[in-house]
């Protein structure tokens, strides 16, 4: 008995922890392109991620033993301009010229520990891997922003949603990211406006640490230059990085001298690959050389897989618990309860009534809401969840966004069936007085559900209103081009019986004509569209 | 007469000495050239244009230091004159720094676009003169695009700005920084452009291959061994380039442009490293020529019949030397557009605001007046009373 109560408190919640197994977030986020993707597959020492317009259907952890995937990779947001979701699509090269707009995906796997050999057999971390897709690719990245804010957004709120509720869910999951790793692109020239701000503005929900992607395009001076030039961007612009700090009252010599290596390091330079050797090590192969991914002085790889899932997981963890999501709490409770606290103080009448506004509003969801989401919904709605990513695509367009639909309005109406059966007090009038503690236990959830509910439902009302926009416009533009063609075979047979009769020597510069007359379209179009 | 005598055989007319006398002429006026580099920052443009005339040609923008960053698009042009073996070449190299490395990147094209345009119309102008013999030619020669090795494929805002300068210039397409893609890795990434180029109807420049020569039978072997290279340097598109200014020694002992890594030499010049070599073989070695002729006679014929055209519609009776409108330059260009709505709205808010002012003022006005006349009315009546007082008293006196 006296040994137990003398456990350090840490190691106690260690033990706990370990027995419902770690859960622990990850995004990455960067432009397309920059290698995030294979990242993914060599974090994980896997091949469970498959690359842009090569869509493999191959879930096979090749080390068993360490990584098993227990859900697939799912869409999780989605935005998109003209609301036509893209995300794994192949290749289509006449549809190339279309904003992809943006997904994001969560991917879970459950761990052993991958960093520390010697730890205990049934360490296990619950590992969720969330993938951005779309970055950089859009003409107008803004939509971006607010996607990952969004999400990063909606994850705290469940939180706290869960943390204010009356009855808890025994089995609820915790989606808040402790951990971004954003990739800056090995431009050589320092960082650009998309990643300063897209970096200042996720650093509000999450520790963000910029790694250098792609590190093979520089020479070793080059990198070292590289390197120097974004810290110095990161000062210019303020840009609130994880940094990796030393305290040195609390933390002992050999953790500062551990951290300050790292703050050395940073930000990591990672190379990464798909292919491998005969020994079984990643490589990339060149003509004029070999690369072994995890050669330490070419590439932080090993250094970063330690950090992230030995020395600072929790550190990453912690973080995100008592910093930034405390922060976004405070915020979020002032916004939702304020008239509530001001008014509670005084009497408890007034109390009632400053109360009502929050709970007739969600009352009024509740009786209109069934009714309102039946009747969007029931519009071939687009929306935000994909059942299942594997499932293949068809041509027909209407019929995932149709399948989309279906998986989130019976969402939509659990939810509300489950708000109408865990308060049975709203549709009472006669509501008894409440503590304040009890006053924001039952609005906040419901009023951060209400919020949820209603910023879902504009998004997909806008989505689809995209969609059948851009849907229109592509069936206009394809009638114009048959048009067009159909004119054009006109004009070559008119022309061929003219020609026929001559020579054969018309029909050989036809092909030349064809292509200044194209020209001269192109620009004649262009010239209508000023005038 | 015997000068001339001397060079020509003595039993012909000296006529197939025409071509060594053009060459004389082409030799000492020497030729210009003209291109530009259109990509986003950090793809290596400059080094590339270092290492294809092996010179420093344009120096490495310093660095940007505090200041916020930049959010515009720049036309940067740089001058050269270029001498080998007494040919003099004059190069114009056109640079485009802030292109796509913004957020919104819409329309992030047009200045590019309007510059390639504003070329041929200030060439157009000059030959209308009466005196035409100073020409200043700045015609884009040819447009290096450069795209990002990302392996994935082309972006929407690669495919519109391809598309548009396509229609106006020599488009070559080319895969920057290289040394990042494996050989599998680069092969899929290129079919990939390949393809959407295709389907997409984005018009690049190929080599003119001459097949009314293969097919008459007629190639003699220097033709065909040019056709042949035509076709191996269309079947590289789009060409995979790596640049560097530094010279290092390979393990042959040669020195040669390179770039140095830890896990080898990626030898520029090597044509198992990268398509340098067919690169600079299609832009200055065998294909300049090609190059600013189809400029000349394709893309400005092109945009010259459109403006004559267009303004032949409009006055018909005018004579010869056409005074074409000035291109709407300033009506064109969305930003500005949305620049003069957001002028227009300001301009109306003020209107609004001095006109509530007024209204506010006039208000006040006939509040006064209406003040000032009770005031006038109480005295006059007042004064009504105190002579009526005076009056009572008066008769009372009596």
């Not at chain 2, 290279?229 to 040669?256: C, W, Y």
């Amino acid at each position: 008995m006296n040994r137990d109560s003398a456990m350090p408190a840490n190691l106690l919640r260690r033990k706990k922890d370990t027995k419902r197994g770690i859960t622990y977030t990850m995004l990455l986020c960067g432009r397309d392109g920059v290698g995030k993707t294979t990242f993914a597959n060599n974090l994980l020492e896997s091949n469970i991620f498959s690359h842009k317009y090569n869509v493999v259907n191959q879930i096979t952890a090749e080390n068993e033993s360490k990584v098993k995937v227990i859900s697939p990779t799912k869409v999780v947001s989605y935005n998109s301009k003209n609301g036509i979701p893209t995300f794994m699509s192949e290749l289509d090269p006449s549809r190339a010229q279309f904003e992809p707009g943006i997904t994001i995906t969560s991917t879970s796997v459950e761990i052993g520990d991958l960093a520390d050999e010697t730890a205990n057999e049934d360490d296990i971390i619950l590992f969720n891997l969330v993938n951005t897709y779309g970055i950089g690719e859009n003409l107008d990245d803004s939509l971006c922003f607010d996607e990952l804010t969004t999400y990063l957004e909606q994850q705290f709120d469940l939180v706290l949603a869960e943390e204010t509720r009356i009855k808890r869910n025994p089995r609820f999951e915790d989606t808040r990211v402790h951990i971004i790793l954003y990739f800056i692109e090995p431009t050589g020239h320092g960082l650009r406006e998309l990643d300063v701000e897209l970096m200042k503005r996720l650093s509000r929900y999450s520790n963000v640490l910029p790694i250098i992607s792609k590190a093979d395009s520089f020479g070793k001076e080059e990198l070292a230059q590289f390197k120097k030039t974004i810290m110095k961007d990161v000062e210019l612009y303020n840009v609130p990085i994880y940094k990796f700090e030393v305290d040195p009252e609390d933390d002992d010599l050999e953790t500062i001298e551990e951290n300050q290596t790292l703050a050395s390091l940073q930000p990591f330079s990672i190379i990464c690959s798909d292919v491998k050797d005969k020994n079984g090590s990643y490589v990339r192969s060149y003509p004029w050389g070999d690369i072994n991914i995890t050669t330490d002085n070419i590439s932080d790889l090993k250094v970063l897989k330690n950090v992230l899932f030995g020395s600072h997981l929790q550190e990453f963890k912690d973080t995100t618990q008592n910093l930034l999501y405390e922060n976004y709490r405070a915020e979020k409770l002032s916004t939702v309860t304020s008239p509530h606290i001001g008014a509670s103080g005084k009497d408890n009448t007034a109390n009632r009534a400053s109360a009502a506004p929050s709970l007739s509003n969600f009352a009024s969801l509740v009786n209109t809401g069934q009714f309102k989401s039946s009747q969007t919904l029931a519009m071939n709605l687009e929306g935000a969840r994909t059942p299942e990513l594997k499932e293949p695509y068809d041509n027909d367009q209407a019929s995932p966004i149709k399948k989309m639909s279906q998986a989130l309005k019976e969402e939509n109406e659990e939810i509300i069936k489950n708000i109408k059966m865990e308060s049975p007090l709203i549709n009472d009038h006669n509501i008894p007085e409440k503590t304040k503690l009890r006053n924001i236990s039952e609005t906040v959830p419901y009023v951060l559900r209400h919020e949820r509910i209603i910023a879902r439902q504009q998004k997909l009302e806008e989505l689809e209103a995209q969609s059948a926009k851009e849907l229109q416009k592509r069936i206009q533009d394809l009638e114009k081009k048959a048009h067009n063609l159909k004119l054009r075979e006109k004009l070559l047979r008119q022309q061929k019986d003219h020609s026929s009769s001559s020579s054969s020597l018309t029909t050989a510069s036809s092909g030349t004509q064809l292509k200044k007359e194209d020209t001269l379209t192109d620009l004649a179009s262009i010239a209508s569209g000023r005038n | 007469m015997s000068t001339a005598a001397v060079a020509v055989p003595t039993n012909s007319v000296g006529i197939s000495n025409l071509p060594n006398q053009r060459y004389k002429i082409v030799n000492e006026k020497g030729d210009h050239f003209t291109i530009m580099v259109c990509g986003e920052s950090g793809l290596g443009k400059t080094t590339f244009i270092n290492t294809l005339f092996q010179t420093t040609l344009k120096h490495q923008e310093p660095r940007r230091n505090n200041g916020p960053i930049k959010k515009t698009i720049d036309i940067d042009i740089t001058r050269a004159v270029l001498e080998e073996k007494n040919f003099k070449l004059r190069v114009n190299v056109i640079d485009t720094p802030g292109f796509g490395d913004n957020v919104n990147n819409n329309k992030s094209w047009q200045r590019i676009i309007d510059f390639i345009d504003d070329q041929h119309d200030s060439y157009m102008r000059q030959e209308q003169q009466p005196f035409r013999k100073i020409k200043f030619d700045l015609r884009v020669h040819a447009v290096l695009y450069f795209i990002k090795p990302t392996g994935h494929g082309l972006k929407p805002l690669d495919i519109e700005t391809m598309k548009k300068i396509s229609t106006r210039a020599n488009l070559i397409p080319v895969i920057a920084k290289t040394d990042t893609l494996t050989q599998q890795e680069l092969s899929t990434f290129k079919l990939r452009i390949r393809q959407v180029i295709e389907t997409q109807e984005i018009r690049i420049f190929t080599p003119p291959i001459d097949e009314s020569i293969l097919s008459n039978g007629s190639a003699t072997e220097d033709n065909s061994a040019a056709i042949e290279h035509a076709r191996q340097l269309i079947e590289s598109m789009p060409f995979a380039i790596v640049g560097s200014e530094e010279r290092f020694t390979n393990d042959k002992g040669v020195q040669v442009i390179a770039r140095k890594y830890p896990w080898g030499l990626v030898e520029i010049e090597n044509d198992s490293h990268c398509d340098f070599r067919k690169l600079r073989s299609l832009l200055l070695r065998t294909n300049l020529l090609d190059l600013i002729l189809s400029t000349e006679e394709v893309h400005y014929e092109a945009y010259r019949a459109l403006r004559l055209g267009n303004s032949n519609e409009e006055n018909k009776d005018s004579s010869i030397p056409i005074n074409t409108p000035a291109r709407k330059l300033l009506s064109s260009n969305p930003h500005f557009k949305e620049e003069e709505n957001a002028l227009k709205k300001y301009f109306t808010e003020q209107v609004k605001a001095e006109e509530q002012r007024f209204r506010q003022w006039e208000q006040n006005i006939v509040n006064e007046r209406v003040r000032l006349n009770n005031d006038l009315e109480d005295i006059q009546s007042k004064v009504k009373k105190l002579e009526e007082q005076v009056k009572n008293l008066q008769l009372k006196k009596r």
